[in-house]
T-cell receptor
Framework: SQTIHQWPATLVQPVGSPLSLECTVE??????LYWYRQAAGRGLQLLFY??????ISSEVPQNLSASRPQDRQFILSSKKLLLSDSGFYLC????????????FGSGTQLSVL | KQEVTQIPAALSVPEGENLVLNCSFT??????LQWFRQDPGKGLTSLLL?????REQTSGRLNASLDKSSGRSTLYIAASQPGDSATYLC???????????FGKGTRLSVIA
């Protein structure tokens, strides 16, 4: 069976510090991978998605970036965090076919102080 | 702009009641629609996926319907239980090449 791992669960970082959130998927190959952010009262916002190694599409311009160094690894990064980067970050995957379900990780609660 | 709307934002019902959650979307030419459940501080769990060619999907006490012509989907929960308390989100894929567009969810509380 397929599983998705996301860590850490919570993170408190000072403004201006770097960020690295990691997500891995097991039990499948060549998945579509996604990073979402969920802010209070604003719903889920798609940040990045990837259909293959090294292929990243950005949905929202910001100081965050994403990378996919391996088939089942997706990393969300920032060189300098802003207060507005606080939120609940969710990694998700789906099979390559577009009519497949989306499966989420357990999320990372990021607080930038 | 392609949007997904869920009303009400919050709903409280007594245990055992049947209930309906609503989702509306702006373009009837959708690819598929998915319902999710989210517990506080947790990730989303996929409940049901309805393809554009389907009218409903069922899983246990859950039934999701799709009416593309009116731009609506409903999630029916039968014999609600306190364990059903969570936020339910609806998400629409408007074309095969676009990511899901999420509603803001309905926060359901089932009172024992």
């Amino acid at each position: 069976s397929q599983t998705i791992h996301q860590w850490p669960a919570t993170l408190v970082q000072p403004v201006g510090s770097p960020l690295s959130l990691e997500c891995t998927v097991e039990g499948t190959s060549n998945p579509n991978l996604y990073w979402y952010r969920q802010a209070a009262g604003r719903g889920l916002q798609l940040l990045f998605y990837s259909v293959g190694i090294g292929q990243i599409s950005s949905e929202v311009p910001q100081n965050l970036s994403a990378s996919r160094p391996q088939d089942r690894q997706f990393i969300l990064s920032s060189k300098k965090l802003l207060l507005s980067d606080s939120g609940f970050y969710l990694c998700a995957w789906s099979r390559t076919a577009r009519n497949e379900k989306l499966f989420f990780g357990s999320g990372t609660q990021l607080s930038v102080l | 702009k392609q949007e997904v709307t869920q009303i009400p934002a919050a709903l409280s019902v007594p245990e055992g009641e049947n209930l309906v959650l609503n989702c509306s979307f702006t373009d009837s030419a959708i690819y598929n629609l998915q319902w999710f459940r989210q517990d506080p501080g947790k990730g989303l769990t996929s409940l049901l996926l309805i393809q554009s060619s389907q009218r409903e999907q069922t899983s246990g006490r859950l039934n999701a319907s799709l009416d593309k012509s009116s731009g609506r989907s409903t999630l029916y929960i039968a014999a609600s239980q306190p364990g059903d308390s969570a936020t339910y989100l609806c998400a629409v894929r408007y074309s095969g090449n676009t990511p899901l567009v999420f509603g803001k969810g309905t926060r359901l509380s089932v009172i024992a």
